[in-house]
């Protein structure tokens, strides 16, 4: 099993960019998918959260508004959008899977991680 994120990049206050996790090795739709970030000498937050299907999202209050989380099971990918980016967002991010196929909200439930990609917001 293997999750590769990429669409990371620099981009200045206000953008937008999207970040993509493709996933290989396992049957995609049999799982919640979700994205976390840790910034610099900060814990790994939750950023948002997709059931299998895509019908259920959760998003950070932080978020909120600005993020969308989707998922295309046939291309096995879950996908990041982020607008009205800020210098706050500045992070690497990172896709995981998660145990179950419901949404999971507790860091502790996924299991399976993507490497990471840098997001960087220039004020």
């Known amino acids: 099993v293997q999750l590769q994120a990429s669409g990371g990049g620099l981009v200045q206050a206000g953008g937008s960019l999207r970040l993509s996790c493709a996933s290989s090795?396992?049957?995609?739709?049999?799982?919640?998918m979700g994205w976390f970030r840790q910034a610099p000498g900060k814990e790994r937050e939750l950023v948002a959260a997709?059931?299998?299907?895509?019908?259920?999202?959760y998003y950070a209050d932080f978020v909120k508004g600005r993020f969308t989380i989707s998922r295309d099971n046939a291309k096995n990918t879950v996908y990041l959008q982020m607008n009205s980016l800020k210098p706050e967002d500045t992070a690497v991010y990172y896709c995981?899977?998660?145990?179950?196929?419901?949404?999971?909200?507790?860091?502790?439930?996924?299991?399976?991680w993507g490497q990471g990609t840098l997001v960087t917001v220039s004020s």
């Open positions: 090795g396992r049957t995609f739709s049999n799982y919640g």
């Open positions: 997709i059931n299998w299907s895509g019908s259920s999202t």
């Open positions: 995981a899977a998660a145990v179950y196929r419901m949404l999971s909200t507790t860091i502790q439930l996924y299991n399976v």
